[in-house]
């Protein structure tokens, strides 16, 4: 019932900037949660970022003051802003939107930083 669609991604020089986008389709009638997660190769899927019901943004550690999620709720759509690019921030971007009571995920934006 419900279709993520994710851009956004690419390649940047480290410091450099780049938002991704993540539009959700279909039925929707609440949208509960909203999150970034990111999975490097070899590594495990973490969390990034997730949004509350008020616009509160929770970020992990590693990409504090760095990157800023948001929403859209017009659009059905969760950003994340990320500035201050760092190698270690490359990675697949997955965004999870959980409505009503059903999770969904994203096909993946790959995020590239390298000098």
């Known amino acids: 019932q419900v279709q993520l669609v994710e851009s956004g991604g690419g390649l940047v020089q480290p410091g450099g900037s780049l938002r991704l986008s993540c539009a959700a389709s279909?039925?929707?009638?609440?949208?509960?949660?909203m999150a970034w997660h990111r999975q490097a190769p070899g590594k495990q899927r973490e969390l990034v970022a997730s949004?509350?019901?008020?616009?509160?943004?929770i970020y992990a550690d590693s990409v504090k003051g760095r990157f800023t999620i948001s929403r859209d709720n017009a659009k059905n759509t969760i950003y994340l802003q990320m500035t201050s690019l760092k190698p270690e921030d490359t990675a697949v971007y997955y965004c999870?939107?959980?409505?009503?009571?059903?999770?969904?995920w994203g096909q993946g934006t790959q995020v590239t930083v390298s000098s």
């Open positions: 279909g039925s929707i009638f609440s949208i509960n949660g």
């Open positions: 999870l939107i959980i409505e009503g009571v059903r999770a969904y």
């Open positions: 949004i509350t019901s008020g616009n509160s943004g």
